[in-house]
């Protein structure tokens, strides 16, 4: 009996040994599996994080590059093509407007463009930037600050009200501009930007727009609503005293060639930055964008070439504007080889618009607003609906999550229908809109500088200044 029970002790203390055993090989067993699934969560939370600073790095630095488009680069593009006594008054018109339009986007102006709404406009969930801090907006960009999205847009509102001043250079008060640009920017650019790129606009392709229209980085929203505003402005306000009689030429296209040459360069900041990230998209965009400018500096230049025999670097300059105002609302959508058939026949057709429209119908567009950004903005949107392609842009698809086409090449020809109602609602939009504007400015303040104030200059009559100062030595 004693050794029955002795044995029982056994085999319960081997049993126990045994048990114990296999619970600590499952244990460690486990804990390499468990480690290996912490290390892979890790990993791609660092990548994420990675990925997230790069595209927020690059949409800082776009946006820094969109700001100089505005000053100096539009400002030394402007402000050499007017005559030398309205020089600073037209350059501090482009750096008014990174003042005064700043102040209306975080007061109001993001909120109206980005902000939930309707199809029109947006709402005032983010008056004054409330709740507009580092988390992103999906439905925007995923991987960016939602600040910096905002201030990335902010480049945006602030250069398209200043590429108008083109058409009424050296004729318009201060005070009118300043008045024009902050009721256009409410109420012509927010909508504008709503519908084109804000949650449940009615032209907006990615967020489901009742009439999908392909913008990638501003054709209608900024070229056509600015090149319109512009005709709209030379026609309201009149001719410059003396047009066309006596000869305005550009007092610098030394200034104007610097400033060009700027614009080139921001202008990745403005199209490559669009993709909202630092991916191949933002590559391809930024291709497109440097073809499409080179094509239509040769299809300028060419033309002009063959009409007056020589190519002059005023032209070049201008050809090169052109084709970036042309292949902006394309930037996202297409090859190099679309991008340079797009940039050679803007290049064209601008130069016809401004050699020879301009001149049949006498409208004093002082500096070619109208013909390079209107005319230019207006045949890149329709050329967009073309030569976008679904392999550089997948941005329509089915059910199934299949890519359909997205141009007329590509077997989707009602987007050319889409690119239209797009190009007439900005051009009604702008047309109507700056009309009443301009109305209601004049009707407050007056437009138009005295005549006095005209044959002095406005840099005089409008700051007290002079943007030269000549000294004589004895």
């Given at each position: 009996?004693?050794?029955?029970?002795?044995?029982?002790?056994?085999?319960?203390?081997?049993?126990?040994?045994?048990?114990?055993?296999?619970?600590?090989?499952?244990?460690?067993?486990?804990?390499?599996?468990?480690?290996?699934?912490?290390?892979?969560?890790?990993?791609?939370?660092?990548?994420?994080?990675?990925?997230?600073?790069?595209?927020?790095?690059?949409?800082?630095?776009?946006?820094?590059?969109?700001?100089?488009?505005?000053?100096?680069?539009?400002?030394l593009f402007y402000g050499g093509l007017v005559r030398k006594k309205n020089v600073l008054a037209t350059m501090m018109q482009s750096f008014a407007l990174m003042a005064i339009v700043t102040v209306v986007w975080g007061l109001v102006g993001y909120s109206l463009a980005f902000g939930p709404g309707n199809g029109f406009i947006g709402s005032l969930r983010y008056i004054f930037l409330r709740g507009v801090g580092m988390q992103p907006d999906a439905d925007y960009a995923a991987t960016i600050p939602q600040q910096t999205f905002m201030i990335y847009q902010?480049?945006?509102?602030?250069?398209?009200?200043?590429?108008?001043?083109?058409?009424?250079?050296?004729?318009?008060?201060?005070?009118?501009?300043?008045?024009?640009?902050?009721?256009?920017?409410?109420?012509?650019?927010?909508?504008?930007?709503?519908?084109?790129?804000?949650?449940?606009?009615?032209?907006?392709?990615?967020?489901?727009?009742?009439?999908?229209?392909?913008?990638?980085?501003?054709?209608?929203?900024?070229?056509?609503?600015?090149?319109?505003?512009?005709?709209?402005?030379?026609?309201?306000?009149?001719?410059?005293?003396?047009?066309?009689?006596?000869?305005?030429?550009?007092?610098?296209?030394?200034?104007?060639?610097?400033?060009?040459?700027?614009?080139?360069?921001?202008?990745?900041?403005?199209?490559?930055?669009?993709?909202?990230?630092?991916?191949?998209?933002?590559?391809?965009?930024?291709?497109?964008?440097?073809?499409?400018?080179?094509?239509?500096?040769?299809?300028?230049?060419?033309?002009?070439?063959?009409?007056?025999?020589?190519?002059?670097?005023?032209?070049?300059?201008?050809?090169?504007?052109?084709?970036?105002?042309?292949?902006?609302?394309?930037?996202?959508?297409?090859?190099?080889?679309?991008?340079?058939?797009?940039?050679?026949?803007?290049?064209?057709?601008?130069?016809?618009?401004?050699?020879?429209?301009?001149?049949?119908?006498?409208?004093?567009?002082?500096?070619?607003?109208?013909?390079?950004?209107?005319?230019?903005?207006?045949?890149?949107?329709?050329?967009?609906?073309?030569?976008?392609?679904?392999?550089?842009?997948?941005?329509?698809?089915?059910?199934?999550?299949?890519?359909?086409?997205?141009?007329?090449?590509?077997?989707?020809?009602?987007?050319?229908?889409?690119?239209?109602?797009?190009?007439?609602?900005?051009?009604?939009?702008?047309?109507?809109?700056?009309?009443?504007?301009?109305?209601?400015?004049?009707?407050?303040?007056?437009?138009?500088?005295?005549?006095?104030?005209?044959?002095?200059?406005?840099?005089?009559?409008?700051?007290?200044?002079?943007?030269?100062?000549?000294?004589?030595?004895?």
């Open positions: 009996m004693p050794k029955r029970k002795s044995l029982i002790k056994c085999y319960l203390a081997l049993l126990l040994v045994t048990v114990a055993a296999h619970a600590a090989y499952a244990q460690a067993g486990s804990r390499p599996v468990k480690l290996e699934d912490e290390r892979i969560a890790q990993l791609e939370q660092s990548v994420a994080e990675a990925k997230g600073s790069a595209d927020n790095a690059w949409m800082l630095m776009s946006s820094a590059l969109v700001l100089m488009m505005t000053g100096p680069g539009l400002a902010l480049m945006f509102a602030i250069i398209t009200p200043a590429l108008i001043w083109g058409a009424f250079a050296e004729r318009m008060k201060f005070s009118a501009m300043a008045l024009f640009t902050t009721l256009w920017s409410i109420f012509i650019y927010d909508p504008m930007a709503h519908m084109v790129w804000g949650k449940g606009g009615l032209l907006n392709a990615a967020l489901g727009g009742r009439f999908p229209t392909l913008d990638f980085a501003g054709g209608t929203v900024v070229h056509v609503t600015s090149g319109v505003s512009a005709l709209v402005c030379a026609l309201y306000l009149g001719k410059r005293l003396g047009y066309p009689q006596e000869p305005m030429p550009p007092h610098s296209v030394v200034l104007s060639f610097i400033g060009a040459c700027l614009l080139w360069v921001g202008w990745f900041g403005f199209n490559a930055g669009s993709a909202l990230s630092a991916g191949g998209l933002a590559t391809s965009a930024f291709v497109a964008t440097h073809f499409g400018a080179a094509a239509a500096v040769v299809g300028w230049g060419g033309a002009e070439w063959l009409r007056n025999g020589k190519p002059s670097a005023l032209g070049a300059i201008s050809g090169a504007v052109a084709g970036l105002v042309a292949i902006t609302p394309a930037a996202g959508f297409v090859g190099p080889m679309s991008a340079l058939a797009i940039g050679l026949i803007a290049g064209v057709f601008c130069y016809l618009m401004v050699a020879r429209v301009k001149a049949i119908f006498g409208y004093d567009d002082s500096l070619d607003a109208f013909g390079v950004h209107g005319a230019g903005g207006t045949i890149g949107a329709l050329l967009t609906g073309v030569f976008a392609s679904r392999a550089i842009n997948p941005i329509f698809k089915d059910a199934h999550g299949n890519a359909l086409g997205s141009g007329l090449l590509d077997g989707n020809a009602h987007q050319i229908v889409n690119q239209l109602v797009g190009v007439l609602i900005a051009w009604v939009l702008a047309a109507a809109g700056t009309l009443l504007i301009l109305k209601l400015v004049d009707l407050l303040i007056g437009l138009r500088v005295p005549t006095d104030h005209e044959i002095q200059g406005l840099d005089l009559s409008q700051h007290g200044e002079e943007g030269y100062y000549w000294e004589v030595s004895a």
